[in-house]
């Protein structure tokens, strides 16, 4: 594990409660450290076998008061999570018994409350899991659907990890010939053909990389599908997006001009995570603040997946889109209760169109299960699950394709030093992912994410 700073895994034992909001019928307290072991001797009076579980009544260390009864769990390390010594507590889930149980570890010597994903950042230093699965750990915690609990498991046991393995075995090749030629450099052919015998291989590296960066299935999944709902003021979309969302999240007014900012709500559309955001009425601003509002709601329509266009059937106007965005765009046809009559649009960014009343709640369903396509169709269910899911992982990505260009642009006039020196850099980038190197700087942000017991 290069560049990885082991000397801080000598400090200090960490305890930290790992369950969820109390009270609840069990909290598990967690201890990771070299004073695992002596805090479970100060607490319960002696050692459970490995990995079996001991019902032990708990003490405190210094007053000997009773604290609680529990089950204890003893995992010495390296085979434990961190691969430290750990100890699990499970306690009644209680606040005042945590706080006791807590309480009652940090007089022992040594131990200190854990930090934000102290626990898995120790596991990542002690070689038992690689950055990619610490994301997809945090992940997996995070995930609210179906689709991004797959994704979250895959990368969480090494999804990701393996492959950057496989392309650093391509570009380590590479870069083994290359600099084979610098060791050659005086015989005539060696370094030419070790050169040409290298370049497929980046070649080969650079389409893949491509490929995998080109894929957004993965960042749809975990961010989800943005849905933007717009139209004219009073065309009925705060309503809709109350009816998609099941509850109150917008101001439904009959003034127009009342949604005057950015609405977002997270929705579960068969599995899959969308965001639906109701935009403020895209009208001639009265007021600066209704100014700023569709300023925003510019922005977020030029941003999102699909905008579902609302226009109200009953009302004088055309239902032309006033708006401008690469999105793909649904006609809804909303107030059908009012007034019978389908909107004639020939605008060729309209690829469906839908007749409902929010009102009444007549094509509610149809709309539903089109969205639920529509969302499951752009993160493609099923089949291998996309590589580079997370920014910092597609940044890397990008670094490693530019390095690889800058070799394969100069391959043949390039020295072998500055060959090998390109083809280094990509590899730097590309190990980066994984946290082999060069991301002391991305630790906190990576760990901070985790909660506390994590
Ligand atoms: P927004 O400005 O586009 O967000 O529109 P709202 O959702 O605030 O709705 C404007 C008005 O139209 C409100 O009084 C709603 O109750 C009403 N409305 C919305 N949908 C329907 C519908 O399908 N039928 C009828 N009759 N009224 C509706």
């Known amino acids: 594990m290069d560049g990885q700073d082991k000397s801080i895994i000598a400090r200090d034992t960490i305890a930290a409660v790992s369950s969820g909001t109390m009270a609840a019928a069990i909290a598990v307290i967690r201890v990771s450290g070299s004073q695992a072991g002596a805090a479970v001797r100060a607490l319960a009076g002696r050692l459970p076998e490995p990995r079996r579980a ?9 007053s000997g008061e009773r604290l609680d009864e529990g089950l204890v769990l003893w995992f010495p390390g390296p085979a434990s999570a961190t691969g430290e010594d750990m100890a699990e507590f499970q306690v009644h889930g209680g606040r005042a018994v945590v706080a006791a149980v807590l309480d009652a570890l940090f007089a022992v010597p040594g131990i200190v409350p854990a930090e934000r994903g102290d626990f898995t950042r120790r596991a990542w230093l002690n070689g038992k899991m690689d950055l990619t699965e610490a994301e997809g750990l945090a992940d997996l915690i995070a995930a609210e659907t179906e689709a991004q609990r797959r994704q979250a498991l895959a990368h969480a046991f090494g999804h990701l990890g393996r492959q950057v393995e496989v392309w650093r075995g391509w570009l380590i090749r590479a870069m083994a010939l290359v600099e084979a030629g610098i060791d050659f450099a005086d015989e005539d052919d060696v370094p030419s053909e070790a050169r040409a015998l290298a370049r497929p291989e980046v070649v080969m590296l650079l389409a893949e990389l491509e490929a995998a960066l080109a894929d957004r299935r993965g960042a749809m999944v975990r961010e989800g599908a943005s849905i ?6 009073n065309a009925g ?3 809709l997006m109350n009816a998609l969302a099941l509850r109150e999240v917008a101001i439904v007014s009959d003034e127009p001009g009342t949604t005057r900012d950015v609405l977002e709500v997270a929705l579960d559309l068969g ?8 935009t403020a009425g895209l009208r001639e601003a009265e007021g600066k603040v209704e100014a700023e509002g569709i300023r925003r709601a510019q922005q977020r329509i030029s941003k999102a997946d699909l905008v579902l266009w609302v226009h109200d059937l009953s009302g004088p106007e055309a239902p032309e889109i006033a708006i401008d965005s690469e999105a793909e765009f649904w006609l809804l046809g909303n107030k059908a209760d009012l007034t019978a009559g389908t909107p004639v649009l020939n605008d060729p960014r309209v690829s469906r169109r839908f007749e409902l009343s929010v009102a009444t709640g007549a094509g509610l369903d149809e709309l539903t299960a089109a969205l639920e396509t529509f969302v499951a169709a752009r993160a493609q269910q099923g089949g291998e699950h996309p590589a580079l899911i997370r920014a910092r992982q597609r940044e890397a990505a990008t670094l490693a394709i530019s390095h690889l260009k800058a070799a394969l642009d100069g391959w043949d006039g390039l020295s072998e030093e500055l060959l090998a020196e390109e083809l280094r850099l990509a590899g730097r980038a590309l190990a980066s992912i994984t946290g082999r190197i060069g991301v002391e700087d991305l630790l906190d942000v990576v760990f901070r994410e985790f909660c506390i017991g994590k």
């Open 54 to 62: 001991l019902l032990a009544r708990l003490r405190h260390p210094v």
């Open 228 to 233: 933007a709902i717009a139209g004219r003021p």
């Open 237 to 239: 979309k705060s309503s």
């Open 271 to 278: 599995g899959y995570k969308a965001t639906l955001i109701d």
